[in-house]
């Protein structure tokens, strides 16, 4: 067998539990070290509550992972900048490899005016509350009966899908750059929340913005097609889509709360056979209590490896 070693592994998510396994089936020690108690990262805390079959035979496997007696497990241990163990800490330590696999833990935001109004939240935090994640399930997401999300992939979809079947509040808006063709979240995912989606809304928000779909080659009977049905939204409660709309201003209230959310009207050009949103610099604005950015996340540059963000 090859020379065994002790190896550092940074972050217990499904990238780090699966590569102290090789790690550790290939004869070498692994120290774990994970920011929260509980191992699994985002597939304890990010993969939606009721996907509970999901969620615990991915526990079953990370507790296999963990018990071989060659991986050491500590929980609650911080790795980084200000944290319990910094890199150079552990690269005093010893370790013949230290191996980073943190997720991506910063927060992306829009820098637009208002972001710091109160209602205004990110996805990950909304996830991690509802995932029961301390100090994230302690905190009160004041989400009021109205809501925008910001984004239109599969996180959107499990955001849309607390908010309206487990929080019941009345309408959730979502906000999108683009068309409906642009859509990065899964049909599959969507079902969800497709009882609440306001057929009648969405065939209006279809013909409102056909011009531009049109202009970039897109086909209107097809698009109505795929995204209009001949239902109503369950429970009175309702999903609806503001597309070619970028966000531009949060607007607060007297009480320092979100009132509304102002948004820039798009259109789309191609560029490479792509298509990419053009602001119009015509704006309106979309009453809503709270608003949650579902628009990705970007690596904690706090750990202290060099990074810099291609966006
Ligand atoms: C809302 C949401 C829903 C999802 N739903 C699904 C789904 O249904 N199905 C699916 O297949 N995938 C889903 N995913 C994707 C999946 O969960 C992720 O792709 C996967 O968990 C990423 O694994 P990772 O190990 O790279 O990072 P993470 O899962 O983020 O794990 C990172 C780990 O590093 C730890 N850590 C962070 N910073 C530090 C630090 N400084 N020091 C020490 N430890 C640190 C964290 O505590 C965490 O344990 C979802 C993701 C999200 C956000």
């Known amino acids: 067998m090859s020379q065994q070693h002790l190896v550092a592994v940074v972050g217990a998510g499904p990238a780090g539990i699966y590569g102290t396994r090789k790690l550790a089936e290939a004869g070498h020690r692994v120290v774990l070290l994970n920011r929260d108690i509980k191992p699994g990262g985002l597939a304890e805390y990010g993969i939606f509550v009721d996907k ?3 969620k615990t035979g991915l526990r079953k496997q990370f507790k296999r992972i ?3 007696p060659k991986v050491f497990y500590l929980g609650h241990a911080s790795v980084g900048r200000d944290k319990a163990l910094s890199l150079e800490d552990l690269k005093n330590l010893g370790f013949s490899a230290i191996v ?6 910063g927060t992306k935001k829009l820098g637009i005016e ?5 209602g205004v939240y990110h ?3 909304v996830v991690y509350h509802y995932n029961f994640l301390p100090p994230f399930s302690q905190r009160t997401f004041e989400v009021g009966r109205r809501v925008a999300i910001i984004g239109m992939g599969n996180v959107m979809v499990d955001v849309a899908n607390w908010l309206l079947n487990h929080k019941k509040i009345d309408h959730v808006i979502v906000v999108a750059r683009r068309g409906p063709i642009e859509k990065a979240y899964d049909d599959s995912e969507f079902e969800v929340i497709e009882p609440y989606l306001d057929n009648r809304d969405m065939k209006q928000e279809i013909e409102r913005i056909a011009p531009q779909l049109i202009a970039v080659g897109q086909n209107i009977e097809e698009i109505t ?24 201003k949060v607007i607060s209230n007297d009480q320092g709360r979100v009132a509304a959310l102002e948004a820039e009207e798009n259109v789309m050009v191609l560029q490479d056979g792509k298509t990419v949103a053009k602001g ?3 704006t309106h604005c979309i009453d809503v209590d709270c608003v949650i950015y579902a ?11 060099p990074f810099s963000s291609l966006l």
């Open 52 to 54: 509970e079959k999901m």
């Open 66 to 68: 963990l018990a071989d």
């Open 100 to 105: 980073v696999t943190a997720g991506a833990q």
């Open 114 to 118: 208002g972001e710091d109004t109160i």
């Open 123 to 125: 996805a990950k935090d």
């Open 225 to 248: 097609r795929k995204f209009v049905r001949d239902t109503e939204p369950a429970e009175g409660r309702r999903l609806t889509f503001r597309y070619l709309c970028s966000p531009t």
């Open 280 to 282: 119009t610099g015509k």
């Open 295 to 305: 628009i990705g996340d970007q690596v904690d540059a706090s750990i202290g490896l």
